[in-house]
């Protein structure tokens, strides 16, 4: 898929639901990816941690390209990484469709953003809670999706910031209809509605569907709530 068609089937998908891959069962993957797709789930979130921009390490793109070929979801790349620069190359390999990385880390993520487009894939930029919206607003036009932490980057099962709400209205404000707006971290059955009111598209869901015995019931509980 190139860029345009891959935005056009997120587009076609909204409210998505995208099921983040850090509280999954990484000793049966494979099975994990399967009960995903039978739940109906049409992104994968993939939780890039370097145990270096965050205090935590999860995995890298070997793991993401051994999973490529099993579905045809699309792979939405969360890189939670100090140098996305330095190691682009090998997630366009790996099959990203969708590669976001924090502004914390690339202030100036112009260049980034648009050798992203030019590998035919959907740029997006992502912003910690504490990191002023004001700090986005230059690069609005460089951005196919703009992600919107409402826990510290890091860990997945942390609480709901409840001051979110209000960033992603104003956040909705600034970009684009077409952008793409998502939001993770703590988003459940209590908090995914004032979310979509807010104007959000995707929802990156970890402990509210890994937590959960039947995957497909948390993901129609979720759309529902979020459409
Ligand atoms: C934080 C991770 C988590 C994860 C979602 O860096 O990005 O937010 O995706 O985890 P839950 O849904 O359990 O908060
Ligand atoms: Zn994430």
């Known amino acids: 898929m190139n860029r345009t068609e891959i935005l056009q089937r997120m587009r076609a998908a909204r409210p998505i639901i995208a099921p983040s891959m850090l509280k999954c069962d990484f000793g049966n993957l494979a ?3 399967e009960r ?3 739940a109906k789930a049409k992104v994968l979130h993939w939780d890039v ?3 270096h921009f965050v205090p935590n390490l999860s995995y890298g793109p070997m793991v993401i390209e051994k999973v490529r070929p099993l579905t045809d ?4 790349a969360h890189l939670m990484i100090s140098d996305p620069d330095h190691y682009l190359d090998e997630y366009l390999k790996a099959g990203c469709d969708v590669i976001s990385f924090h502004l914390e880390a690339v202030p100036q993520p112009t260049a980034l953003l648009r050798r992203i487009r030019e590998a035919g894939r959907v740029a997006g930029l992502v912003l910690n809670p504490k990191t002023p919206l004001s700090d986005v607003a230059p690069f609005v036009g460089e951005i196919d999706l703009l992600l919107l932490m409402s826990v510290q980057a890091g ?3 942390q609480s ?6 209000e960033r992603l209205r104003q ?11 998502s939001v993770d971290g703590g988003i459940g059955l209590k908090t995914i ?3 979509a009111q807010a104007g959000t598209d995707l929802f990156v869901v970890g402990s509210a569907i890994f937590d959960q015995s039947d995957y497909a019931v948390a993901v129609e509980e979720l759309t529902r709530l979020a459409s």
Do not use: K, N, Y
């Not at 404000?173 to 707006?181: A, G, R, V, Y």
């Open 193 to 195: 509605a004032a979310c």
């Open 171 to 181: 956040a909705r404000q600034m970009i684009s209809d077409d952008t793409i707006l």
């Open 155 to 157: 860990f997945g099962g």
């Open 73 to 76: 979801m699309v792979f939405d």
């Open 31 to 33: 099975h994990e990816v």
């Open 36 to 38: 995903l797709t039978a």
């Open 49 to 51: 941690m370097d145990g």
């Open 160 to 165: 709901f910031i409840p001051a979110s709400v």
